[in-house]
C-alpha cells in the first residue's frame, strides 16, 4: 500500500498536535475519517436530503435507496446472506443493550446464567448486570489467562445447562488478543447457548463471515472503521430477531396502530423506532466502500506487521511490562513502565505531537485482574507505518528518562 497517498486522503493528518505532526495512535478508541467519507455525509445533505421509507417523491426514494444500499452493503461487507438480518442503531453499545433487553426480557429467568469474559469492554458488562438483575438470573465469568488469552479450561467447566448467553469480544481492545471464537461457538452450540459477539476491535482489522461463525449475534461501530461517529450494526439470526420484542418504539417500527393498541413492522425495521440516522448510514456505506478498495487482506497484513514491529521494539525497553499475548493480536500494544505513571507518559507525547491512549481503557475488571489501575494503549492502523513507530520509541524512551 501507498502509505503516504493514503495519509493524503486523510485530511486531519494535515493537522498539527501541540504544533507538531499529528501521529495518531488512539485507532482502538475510534478512527479517523478519509475525505470521502467526510464528502459523503455532505452530499446527502446537499443533494438528495429526504425522509426515509416515509416519502414518494424523489428526494425520499434517493435517500431510502441510499440506506438500504447500505444496508445490503453492510450484509455482503460481514458475510450475511440476509440484509433483513442487518438492524441499524446508534453504535455497538446500544446493539448489545438491544440484545441484552429485547432478547434477555423473554429469556432470561431465575437460575438461568449470561456468560462473559474478564476481558469485556463495560458495554459488553453493563447491559448484561442490568438485565440480570432484572430477571433474576446470574453473571458468571471466564477466566483470562497470564498470557492474555481465555482459559478455555475455564470456558468449558462454566458451559452448563444453565448458561442461557455467552457474550464476548472477538479481540480484547486492550490485549489485543483475538478468541477462537469459531471454536468458542461450536462449544457454545453444543450445550444450547447462544451467542453474541463484540466485534467493535475485529471488524476494522480482518475480515468477517457471520454465516461461517454462525454467530447467533453480532454487533460493531461504525466509527471504528472509518464510518461516523451515531452509526453501528446488530447482526442477528432471523429466527431469533423475530422472536423478540422491540427495544424501543414510535414511528418506523409499526404496522398499524390503534387507540387501543399496535402491531410491529418486520425485521429489521422492527428495531429501528424514529427517523433513521440517515447520513450516519451513508458514511458508514462510503467507509465500506473505502476499506474493500484498500483491500482488507492488504489492511490485515499491514496492520499486522505494524504491530510485531511495534511489540517487538517495545519488547527491548528496560522495565517495560507488555499485556497481551505475543501473537495472535490485532495491532494494539498495551504496556506500563515500572514506577512511571502511564498518564504523565501519554502527557509528555502529546507534546512531541503522539496521540497516546492513557487510562482502563473501558476495561476496569481487566484492570483488576492485571492487578494494575491503568496503562498506556498503542493502537495502529493501516495509515500508521515503520517510521512512526521509530519517532514514537526514540520519544518514549527520552520522556522515560525524564520522568525516571
Not at 421509507?53 to 458475510?79: C, D, M, P
Request: some cysteine; aromatic content about 8%.
Amino acid at each position: 500500500m501507498n502509505i503516504e497517498k493514503i495519509k493524503n486522503q486523510f485530511p486531519i493528518l494535515k493537522q498539527k498536535n501541540r504544533g507538531k505532526p499529528l501521529i495518531y495512535f488512539d485507532n482502538a478508541a475510534t478512527s479517523l475519517k478519509p475525505l470521502s467519507v467526510i464528502d459523503s455525509e455532505s452530499d446527502f445533505y446537499k443533494n438528495y436530503y429526504g425522509s426515509i421509507h416515509r416519502s414518494v417523491y424523489e428526494l425520499g426514494e434517493k435517500a431510502t435507496n441510499a440506506f438500504e444500499g447500505t444496508r445490503n452493503k453492510v450484509a455482503q461487507f460481514i458475510g450475511s446472506k440476509d440484509s433483513s438480518s442487518i438492524i441499524f442503531t446508534k453504535g455497538a453499545t446500544e446493539a448489545i443493550n438491544l440484545v441484552a433487553d429485547a432478547w434477555g426480557h423473554s429469556n432470561l429467568s431465575k437460575g438461568d446464567i449470561v456468560l462473559l469474559t474478564e476481558m469485556e469492554h463495560h458495554s459488553n458488562i453493563v447491559p448484561w448486570q442490568v438485565i440480570t438483575k432484572r430477571t433474576g438470573a446470574t453473571l458468571d465469568y471466564i477466566s483470562v489467562q497470564e498470557d492474555g488469552t481465555l482459559d478455555m479450561d475455564s470456558l468449558k467447566s462454566k458451559l452448563t445447562s444453565k448458561v442461557k448467553m455467552l457474550s464476548l469480544t472477538h479481540a480484547s481492545n486492550v490485549l489485543g488478543t483475538i478468541n477462537s471464537i469459531k471454536e468458542i461457538i461450536n462449544l457454545a452450540h453444543n450445550n444450547e447457548t447462544l451467542v453474541m459477539v463484540d466485534g467493535c476491535q475485529s471488524t476494522p482489522h480482518f475480515k468477517i463471515n457471520v454465516d461461517e461463525l454462525d454467530c447467533d449475534f453480532f454487533a460493531f461501530s461504525g466509527h471504528k472503521m472509518l464510518g461516523p461517529t451515531g452509526v453501528g450494526v446488530l447482526y442477528g439470526k432471523k429466527d431469533l430477531l423475530e422472536k423478540m420484542e422491540p427495544y424501543q418504539t414510535g414511528g418506523g417500527m409499526i404496522k398499524e396502530v390503534t387507540l387501543d393498541g399496535s402491531t410491529w413492522n418486520d425485521v429489521p425495521y422492527k428495531f429501528e423506532a424514529g427517523s433513521p440516522n440517515a447520513s450516519q448510514v451513508i458514511g458508514l456505506s462510503h467507509a465500506i466502500d473505502y476499506i474493500n478498495d484498500l483491500g482488507m487482506n492488504n489492511i490485515t497484513a499491514h496492520t499486522e506487521m505494524l504491530s510485531d514491529y511495534a511489540f517487538k521494539e517495545l519488547s527491548k525497553i528496560n522495565d517495560i511490562t507488555i499485556y497481551g499475548p505475543l501473537d495472535n493480536r490485532i495491532s494494539i500494544v498495551c504496556f506500563n513502565i515500572n514506577n512511571v505513571h502511564s498518564g504523565d507518559i501519554s502527557q509528555m507525547l502529546d507534546y512531541e505531537g503522539i496521540t497516546l491512549r492513557s487510562g482502563r481503557h473501558c476495561c476496569s475488571p481487566l484492570m483488576s485482574k492485571l492487578n494494575i489501575s491503568s496503562c498506556l494503549r498503542l493502537s495502529l492502523y493501516f495509515y500508521n507505518d515503520i517510521s512512526e513507530i521509530d519517532f514514537f520509541i526514540d520519544k518514549l524512551k527520552k520522556t522515560i528518562t525524564s520522568l525516571s
